[in-house]
């Protein structure tokens, strides 16, 4: 049996699991990998129309990968992969612009190219967090500045006039004084690759939870394992100790309901072509241990 393979998703959970050995004390015969920073960066700096759902369509290398629950759902749906029914979580997410911009309110940006990636957490946040306050075409989606950190640099230069930032982009951005014009927090899900153990699954999410009362309980002492995914060029600006703990895993099921909502929402804004989403059906989507 090959390895269980982890790969951290911007989150502290898998770090503090890591080094506290969590992942250890279940017997996880695993083997811990950081691949964002190891790019400095470079891997978020992708072309325009290449995102989250691309990254799980072409196959990630971890056992368990992170997404946003939207694009799980359809990439499960599409067969790439399981989305993991037992957890999920939550991640503060919010558009941001420069402190002198003349942005105020959400209805401000009306037709501002708002730098989101594409078919990514960001993409549908935007959309759900902006119908609120104007119709679809007035909501102006830039997929062309990167992902996370791609779109990050960018904001920080002045190059985009808003972007929408989660995790420790999400605090850097506030550190560093920029708006934030409206939250978009969402869910994200796990994506369990085919050939993992569900044994081992099961060991790594026992790992994380013991992690997540750790973070909830003095998240002070867990902030600074930002910096192991953050480029380096920013290090020395950056202050984890004034941000917070970011995304939390919820130990409840991703039921069928919030499935089947949350596909025909998709469905519904024509995120994706007309018969690329697959059946959307829970049964064949959906593993479940419990």
Same mark, same amino acid.
């Given at each position: 049996?090959?390895?269980?393979?982890?790969?951290?998703?911007?989150?502290?959970?898998?770090?503090?699991?890591?080094?506290?050995?969590?992942?250890?004390?279940?017997?996880?015969?695993?083997?811990?990998?950081?691949?964002?920073?190891?790019?400095?960066?470079?891997?978020?700096?992708?072309?325009?129309?290449?995102?989250?759902?691309?990254?799980?369509?072409?196959?990630?290398?971890?056992?368990?990968?992170?997404?946003?629950?939207?694009?799980?759902?359809?990439?499960?749906?599409?067969?790439?992969?399981?989305?993991?029914?037992?957890?999920?979580?939550?991640?503060?997410?919010?558009?941001?612009?420069?402190?002198?911009?003349? +942005?105020?309110?959400?209805?401000?940006?009306?037709?501002?190219?708002?730098?989101?990636?594409? /078919?990514?957490?960001?993409?549908?946040?935007? +959309?759900?967090?902006?119908?609120?306050?104007?119709?679809?075409?007035?909501?102006?989606?830039?997929?062309?500045?990167?992902?996370?950190?791609?779109?990050?640099?960018?904001?920080?230069?002045?190059?985009?006039?808003?972007?929408?930032?989660?995790?420790?982009?999400?605090?850097?951005?506030?550190?560093?004084?920029?708006?934030?014009?409206?939250?978009?927090?969402?869910?994200?899900?796990?994506?369990?690759?085919?050939?993992?153990?569900?044994?081992?699954?099961?060991?790594?999410?026992?790992?994380?939870?013991?992690? /997540?009362?750790?973070?909830?309980?003095?998240?002070?002492?867990?902030?600074?394992?930002?910096?192991?995914?953050?480029?380096?060029?920013?290090?020395? /600006?950056?202050?984890?100790?004034?941000?917070?703990?970011?995304?939390? +895993?919820?130990?409840?099921?991703?039921?069928?309901?919030?499935?089947?909502?949350?596909?025909?929402?998709?469905?519904?804004?024509?995120?994706?072509?007309?018969?690329?989403?697959?059946?959307?059906?829970?049964?064949?989507?959906?593993?479940?241990?419990?």
């Amino acid at each position: 049996m090959s390895k269980f393979l982890i790969e951290a998703h911007f989150r502290l959970h898998e770090w503090v699991a890591e080094e506290k050995g969590y992942f250890a004390d279940e017997g996880l015969d695993h083997e811990f990998k950081e691949f964002i920073r190891a790019t400095g960066g470079q891997h978020h700096k992708t072309a325009e129309k290449v995102g989250a759902y691309q990254s799980l369509e072409k196959g990630r290398e971890a056992s368990v990968n992170c997404a946003c629950h939207w694009t799980v759902n359809v990439a499960a749906s599409v067969g790439h992969a399981k989305l993991y029914g037992d957890a999920y979580s939550v991640s503060p997410s919010g558009i941001f612009v420069p402190a002198d911009s003349p +942005i105020k309110t959400p209805k401000d940006l009306a037709g501002v190219p708002i730098s989101v990636g594409f /078919q990514s957490g960001s993409h549908y946040s935007t +959309i759900q967090v902006l119908e609120q306050y104007m119709s679809g075409d007035q909501i102006n989606l830039n997929f062309g500045d990167g992902m996370l950190f791609g779109r990050m640099e960018k904001l920080i230069e002045g190059e985009v006039q808003a972007a929408a930032l989660f995790s420790g982009p999400y605090y850097f951005a506030e550190q560093l004084g920029f708006r934030k014009i409206i939250d978009s927090t969402f869910m994200i899900a796990g994506s369990v690759n085919h050939d993992a153990d569900p044994e081992d699954v099961q060991k790594y999410y026992r790992a994380l939870r013991r992690a /997540q009362r750790d973070i909830d309980l003095r998240p002070e002492l867990y902030t600074h394992y930002y910096r192991n995914e953050f480029p380096e060029k920013y290090h020395d /600006q950056i202050d984890t100790r004034r941000w917070g703990p970011g995304e939390r +895993i919820v130990f409840e099921p991703y039921s069928k309901e919030v499935f089947d909502d949350s596909f025909a929402w998709i469905s519904e804004r024509n995120i994706f072509p007309e018969g690329t989403m697959g059946h959307g059906v829970y049964e064949d989507a959906v593993v479940s241990y419990t």
